[in-house]
């Protein structure tokens, strides 16, 4: 699997956002945090992460969880799951 460039990785972070909080894919950004988005508390955080490993077809563990605290960090982890695929 080819490396997802920064624009690829982000909108299917911001897919997954809306499938896991349903907002406007458009809302989210590189800088969004947890308080700018309702409902992103510890549950939302698993939804999150199931709605991550449907969009990207991979597995989070409980360390990539825990390192997922802004989108920034987020797409940090995914980019560096994937360039293992």
Known sequence: MKNQSQTDL???VRTAFHCAFNVDP??????T????V???????HVTLADCLE?????????????AMENVKEI?????????QV
Do not use: Y
Request: with cysteine.
């Open 75 to 83: 797409c940090r982890v995914l980019h560096s799951k994937l360039a």
């Open 38 to 44: 309702s409902n992103w508390d510890s549950m939302g």
């Open 10 to 12: 982000l909108e299917k």
């Open 54 to 66: 449907q969009t990207f077809g991979l597995t989070l563990d409980v360390d990539d969880l825990m």
């Open 33 to 36: 945090v947890p308080a700018d």
């Open 26 to 31: 458009q809302s989210i950004t590189i800088d």
